[in-house]
């Protein structure tokens, strides 16, 4: 009983050292916006007053807050004022969410609906708005998002790199991925979706029992310093190859739609980004090694 007990400290203790080192890169962020300590005090009390309530509900408890107080050893007062600020979160949340969502799937409308894309997936160049029976930006942006504004979405992806205005007025589609441009509240909530969804894959991994199955995960690192012309020619090889592979899994699910669809199923994705290995870790590493 005393090496379980044991065994549950270290592994405590090894998941508080990986949140801080999960953590310690986003300081500059803080830093730069004005995040305090108070600030990240209430965000991890919301963490938890969160989770406790979504334990509760699966375990068919009530989640009032004097069970949410009693569970997680707030005071009611602090719990109902955390209540309210996770609400108006996730409501900013969703709201960034559904916007970015709707300019990703008008690129893959442009790309996959044989309405706007050759047979190959090459998008068409298209006129803004439709004349004479001609195909249309603002026909992809309603055959994607009934309702969503043809102006803000082109605003946006003309901003994002996306999408092109050539002189003779036509608009050509550039790029299959969706990425908001500039430092907005849309590039900082996308730092929140691809860190959790990171955090996800590693909990379910650490989780899971052998009916469940094992998320995909892997990385590659130098084990020699780059320099920058390296850095440039790594970036521009992911650009090419990377961006590349994105846009054909992107086109392989979307040719699977229906086969793989399900009313009870959850989203799923894939995430690729570039990183520089923190110094501490790079004592351990081999020549050119890939870690799962």
């Known amino acids: 009983m005393a ?13 508080v050292d990986a949140v801080e080192a999960s953590l310690r890169p986003l300081m500059p962020l803080f830093l730069n916006y004005g995040v305090s300590h108070h600030d990240l005090t209430e965000m991890l009390a919301r963490v938890f ?34 209540i309210a600020d996770r609400d108006a979160a996730a409501a900013r949340r969703a709201l960034v969410a559904r916007n970015t969502s709707a300019l990703a799937l008008v690129l893959a409308t442009w790309h996959d609906d044989p309405r706007f894309s050759t047979p190959y997936g090459v998008p068409l160049d298209l006129e803004f708005a439709p004349a004479e029976g001609r195909r249309s930006f603002v026909d992809v942006v309603t055959a ?28 050509r589609c ?22 959790a969804a990171l955090a996800a894959t590693f909990t379910h991994n650490l989780l899971r029992d052998e009916r469940d199955l094992s998320y995909f995960e892997r990385q590659v690192e130098t084990d020699y310093g780059v320099s920058d012309e ?17 846009a054909s899994f992107d086109q392989w699910l979307s040719a699977r739609h229906d086969q793989f669809e399900s009313s009870s199923g959850k989203k799923f994705g894939i995430s690729m980004f570039v990183y520089d290995v923190a110094e501490e870790a790079t004592a351990e590493s081999s020549r050119f090694q890939s870690a799962s």
Do not use: W
């Open 3 to 15: 090496g379980v007990v044991q065994q549950q400290g270290e592994q405590r203790a090894a998941l």
């Open 49 to 82: 007053v969160t989770a406790i309530g979504e334990q509760l509900k699966k375990e068919g408890r009530p989640t009032t807050v004097a069970r949410l107080a009693l569970s997680t050893g707030i005071n009611r007062s602090r719990v109902e004022k955390i």
């Open 144 to 171: 994607a998002i009934p309702g969503f504004d043809p102006d803000v979405a082109l605003d946006e992806l003309i901003a994002a790199g996306c999408v092109e205005v050539h002189e003779q007025g036509f608009l």
């Open 174 to 195: 550039t790029d299959r991925v969706y990425m908001p441009a500039g430092v907005d509240q849309a590039r900082i909530a996308r730092l929140g979706e691809c860190a």
């Open 230 to 246: 390296g850095r440039r020619v790594i970036q521009n090889h992911l650009d090419t190859e990377g961006q590349g592979f994105l």
